[in-house]
């Protein structure tokens, strides 16, 4: 069975750093378009991030563009999202999901997803 494995939230002050982890479970990451969103209570799901395949070309949010990267640990077969200077705002269920045709924002278009993570970023 195919199924994306996310790690790494937790609770962080304002100004800090979390590094998410995604790892497929039955396939191969690098075949694939690996995006991260985010949900925070009583909103959309939004598009955080996401790595192409191919020339592993990364996008972001303007939200989190100079603050958040993406990268893909081939070695490992993670995706990994390093998130620094951390803001209230990027409070959320952080979920990664696999595409097989390219990134995209609309996260309906995703084949594969994970359970998701916690992360809080407060005082």
């Known amino acids: 069975q195919l199924q994306l494995v996310e790690s790494g939230g937790g609770l962080v002050q304002p100004g800090g750093s979390l590094r998410l982890s995604c790892a497929p479970s039955?396939?191969?990451?690098?075949?694939?378009?690996i995006g991260w969103f985010r949900q925070a209570p009583g909103k959309e799901r939004e598009g955080v991030s996401c790595i192409s395949t191919g020339d592993g070309t990364s996008y972001y949010a303007d939200s989190v563009k100079g603050r958040f990267t993406l990268s893909r640990d081939i070695a490992k077969n993670t995706v990994d999202l390093q998130m620094d200077s951390l803001k209230p705002e990027d409070t959320g269920v952080y979920y990664c999901?696999?595409?097989?045709?390219?990134?995209?924002?609309?996260?309906?278009?995703?084949?594969?997803w994970g359970q998701g993570t916690q992360v809080t970023v407060s005082s």
């Open positions: 999901a696999a595409h097989a045709h390219g990134c995209s924002t609309q996260w309906r278009l995703y084949e594969y």
């Open positions: 039955g396939f191969t990451a690098d075949n694939y378009a």
